[in-house]
């Protein structure tokens, strides 16, 4: 079975510019879920979508926002980039919520904001 | 406010004997535990995970203990072999009833090298 692929796995953008970053889950996972890891913070939460819905948030600025298609496709956008978002984004998928569920990661997108 | 702290940044063992990674959670409300092991450029892979009506929990190698009274939990592998070299990452996940319902707070890892 195919694991968690994200799309592009690395992008280097200039302050102020948006992005897309793009996650396809596990076959048949219906929860999807994103990450930002820094050096300095760790993996911290941003969002979790689960049948199309967002089902959870973390603590992110509005700049972050995503979505979930019906076929459990995720992406994520920010926008009105800043040097501090510079990060890896990771995406994770798992069969249900991550309240019921084991999560699988995908190997991330390295983005590099200029 | 860091709910999930891993203090040992790193951590420096010889190939054979045993590994101990500890993991300090300060939220009660935390029902479910878990460990996730990252290679360099690969995202987190689930490792182990606990309950938090559960003080054991093993798989193999791999042995996770949970003390609640104490908020703390730790990852023994035994015996530690040279591919278990990865940064380990514990994270807990917020039970019923808190405003942290069903999400992962993740510590900031710990670098775990296993020397020949």
């Known amino acids: 079975k195919a694991g968690v692929t994200q799309t592009p796995r690395y992008l280097i953008k200039t302050r102020g510019q948006q992005v897309t970053l793009s996650c396809s889950p596990i076959?048949?996972?219906?929860?999807v879920s994103w990450y930002q890891q820094t050096p300095g913070q760790g993996l911290q939460f941003l969002f979790e979508y689960f049948s199309e819905t967002q089902r959870n948030k973390g603590n992110f600025p509005g700049r972050f926002s995503g979505r979930q298609f019906s076929n459990s496709r995720s992406e994520m956008n920010v926008s009105t980039l800043e040097l501090g978002d510079s990060a890896l984004y990771l995406c994770a998928s798992s069969l249900s919520q991550v309240a019921l569920g084991t999560q699988y990661f995908g190997p991330g997108t390295r983005l590099t904001v200029l | 406010d860091q709910q999930v702290k891993q203090n040992s940044p790193s951590l420096s063992v010889q190939e054979g004997r045993i590994s101990i990674l500890n993991c300090d959670y300060t939220n009660s409300m935390f029902d479910y535990f878990l460990w996730y092991k990252k290679y360099p450029a690969e995202g987190p892979t689930f490792l182990i995970s606990i309950s938090s009506i559960k003080d054991k929990n093993e798989d193999g190698r791999f042995t996770v203990f949970l003390n609640k009274s104490a908020k703390h939990l730790s990852l023994h592998i035994v015996p530690s072999q040279p591919g278990d070299s990865a940064v380990y990452f514990c994270?807990?996940?917020?039970?019923?009833?808190?405003?942290?319902?069903?999400?992962?707070?993740f510590g900031q890892g710990t670098i775990l090298t296993v020397h020949p």
């Open positions: 994270a807990a996940r917020g039970g019923a009833g808190g405003t942290s319902y069903g999400k992962l707070t």
């Open positions: 076959s048949g996972h219906r929860s």
